[in-house]
């Protein structure tokens, strides 16, 4: 099974700043990854897939780089709707796998 | 807008098996490039997926789960299931179900999740 570990476990941020997310996958999964958000008492939302496309509707604010065992998602310009737990994916191999999550919270 | 919606008992008895049903309206539903999952996530902690079936009616599951775990589809009406047995406490959790991406035309995996339900909330408790 891939391990997938996401860093920090949480990231104080102040509005109209940047943040960087980071997951390692514990074997290369090429850019077979995805990032979701998700917000107290709602389903997670996917926000971008094949490590860097972002999906339908998703601001041009999230981006994501990375191949094989490092990956980043950034938030260029945090707007109060983005606090929330992020978390990626692989998709590389079974079983699909998550990290643990990363809350990004108010400074 | 493609619409997945849970349903099923609220509350499920230990040793009992936990049966949930994922409704999908709004979208083509047995197409071939289509396929379906289930992730669960215990209060205040992460995401684990279950397992996930395909058009050919081939499944995937979880090997912590898979003795356990039966995901079925229902193409006359638009339903994916899953059964799990012999639930235990730690069976707790929000149960989602979930679309993938859409495999037509993709030279590559496309097994994230692009669309999900709401969840719904599965509590084992005698």
């Known amino acids: 099974e891939i391990v997938m570990t996401q860093s920090p476990a949480t990231l104080s941020v102040s509005p109209g700043e940047r943040a960087t997310l980071s997951c390692r996958a514990s074997q290369s999964v090429s850019t077979n990854v995805a990032w979701y958000q998700q917000k107290p008492g709602q389903a997670p939302r996917l926000l971008i897939y094949?490590?860097?496309t972002r999906a339908t509707g998703i601001p041009a604010r999230f981006s994501g780089s990375g191949s094989g065992t490092e990956f980043t998602l950034t938030i260029s310009s945090l707007q109060s709707e983005d606090f929330a737990v992020y978390y990626c994916?692989?998709?590389?191999?079974?079983?699909?796998?998550f990290g643990g999550g990363t809350k990004v919270e108010i400074k | 807008q493609l619409q997945l919606q849970e349903s099923g008992p609220g509350l499920v008895k230990p040793s009992e098996t936990l049966s949930l049903t994922c409704t999908v309206s709004?979208?083509?539903?047995?197409?071939?490039?289509?396929?379906w999952g289930w992730i669960r996530q215990p209060p205040g902690k992460g995401l684990e997926w279950i397992g996930s079936i395909y058009y050919s009616d081939s499944t995937n599951y979880n090997p912590s789960l898979k003795s356990r775990v039966t995901i079925s589809v229902d193409t006359s009406k638009n339903q994916f299931s899953l059964k799990v047995t012999s639930v235990t406490a730690a069976d707790t959790a929000i149960y989602y179900c979930?679309?993938?991406?859409?495999?037509?035309?993709?030279?590559?995996?496309?097994?994230?999740?692009?669309?999900w339900g709401q969840g719904t909330l599965a509590t084992v408790s005698s």
């Open positions: 979930a679309r993938h991406g859409d495999s037509y035309g993709s030279g590559s995996s496309t097994y994230y999740f692009e669309y």
């Open positions: 994916q692989q998709y590389s191999n079974w079983p699909l796998t």
């Open positions: 709004g979208g083509s539903f047995s197409s071939s490039s289509y396929s």
């Open positions: 094949g490590a860097s």
